[in-house]
Structure formats: C-alpha cells, structure tokens
C-alpha cells in the first residue's frame, strides 16, 4: 500500500541558510500535516493544510512557511536556519472527513551546523 | 489551550510484566484519541478511539478511552523487549493533533 512519501531524507544545510522539505500525501488524502520532533521531545505540530488551504497554524517559526499543492503534496521552506532548527520533521496525511487517522512519513532529519 | 499530558514519564519494568500508560486530554472539538508507538523512526500507529469504554485490541496491546475523565489508558500485558519504545498519545481535534509527552517504556530481559 502507498505510504507518505518525504523527501529528502536526511539534510544537512549551515547557519543561516535555506531548506524546503517536500511531502507527498496517500492518494486521496486530503490533509497534510508537519510536525518538528526535536532531539528527545515529543512531536511539535507546525502547520496543516486542507485541501489546499491552510487549516491550522502551531507553533511554526515566522522563518518557516509551507504550502499544498494542486496536487496535494506539500513543500515546508525554512528559511534563516538555526542550529535549533536541527530536528527530525515528519509529515502526516489523513483521508477524507470522517476519518481520522494521521499516517505518518518517514520523516526528513534536518541536521543544521 | 489544548493539553495531553501523559504518565508516566519513563517506565522501566522485566520482561513479561504488564504495563498500563495514562494519557489525560483537554482538546477542543475533540474527535478521537489516538496511540502511536515510536521507536528510532515515524511513530507508528497503534490505535484510535473515539467512543468510551469501547476496549481496543491488538495482541497484547489494548486501549480504552473515558471521555467523562477525559483519559486513556494503553495496556499491555506479557511485555517483550521488542516493545521497549517511547509511546505517544494525541488528542485530535477539528483539525490539529496534540501530543503528550510520551512514555518511555524500557523492558529489560
């Protein structure tokens, strides 16, 4: 069965520079969701986009911004970056209202030196 | 502001005990409660509850949900060191999904 996709992987960028992660939704998903996990924290909601609207707005860095697609895949820029910024940032997708389910990516881990 | 706290913070047992995780949750909207496993990857999804006293199974894992005590407890019983992970409850509203801090759970053989 199809999975999130998350690209890349593993990023290691300098202080200061840019990012952009990109998520890739299940099929017919229609939710997208990123999360920041840093080193021994639990999962920081960022943003959400509903049909490619934003839906809800975290704890998100005025540095980071985030967008979904007419194809429904989903890119988060980071701008500036910190050291802080170093974290492991998943994307989760869920279907169609009434569902619930979150199903979660892989993950990108941002490593900034 | 929506909260999920979770207790206890670490938990360390032997192999075969069994283990009950608490989740408490203050969500607006809320629409589901749900468990995920994690280990040195994405969390991995256990279970999701949206009505009271309805026991979810897995194996040796089960799950309950009491929307009068706005709670949740995870439970597993027999416990292998295969389920040594840290384990995280969200509370999903309308749109967003909140977690707590997560259990670390460790069995030792």
């Known amino acids: 069965a199809a999975g999130v996709i998350q690209s890349p992987r593993h990023l290691i960028k300098e202080k200061r520079e840019t990012a952009t992660l990109k998520c890739y939704p299940i099929?017919?998903?229609?939710?997208v969701y990123w999360y920041q996990q840093g080193p021994g924290q639990d999962p920081q909601f960022l943003i959400s986009?509903?049909?490619?609207?934003?839906?809800d707005k975290g704890s998100i860095p005025d540095r980071f911004s985030a967008q979904q697609f007419s194809d429904y895949h989903s890119e988060l820029n980071m701008s500036s970056l910190e050291l802080g910024d170093s974290a492991l940032y998943f994307c989760a997708s869920t279907p169609p209202a009434p569902a619930d389910t979150q199903y979660f990516g892989p993950g990108t881990r941002l490593t900034v030196l | 502001e929506d909260k999920v706290v979770q207790s206890p913070l670490s938990l360390v047992v032997h192999e075969g005990d069994t283990v009950t995780l608490n989740c408490s949750y203050e969500v607006t909207n809320f629409r589901s409660l749900l468990w995920y496993k994690q280990e040195k990857k994405a969390p991995t999804f256990l279970f999701m509850l949206?009505?009271?006293?309805i026991e979810k199974k897995s194996g040796r894992l089960s799950s309950i949900l009491d929307k009068k005590e706005l709670s949740s407890i995870l439970n597993i019983t027999a416990t292998q060191t295969g389920d040594s992970a840290i384990y995280l409850c969200?509370?999903?509203?309308?749109?967003?999904?909140?977690f707590g801090q997560g259990t670390r759970l460790t069995i030792n053989p």
């Open positions: 969200g509370g999903r509203g309308a749109q967003k999904l909140v």
């Open positions: 986009f509903y049909e490619k609207m934003q839906s």
């Open positions: 099929p017919r998903h229609d939710t």
């Open positions: 949206t009505s009271s006293g």
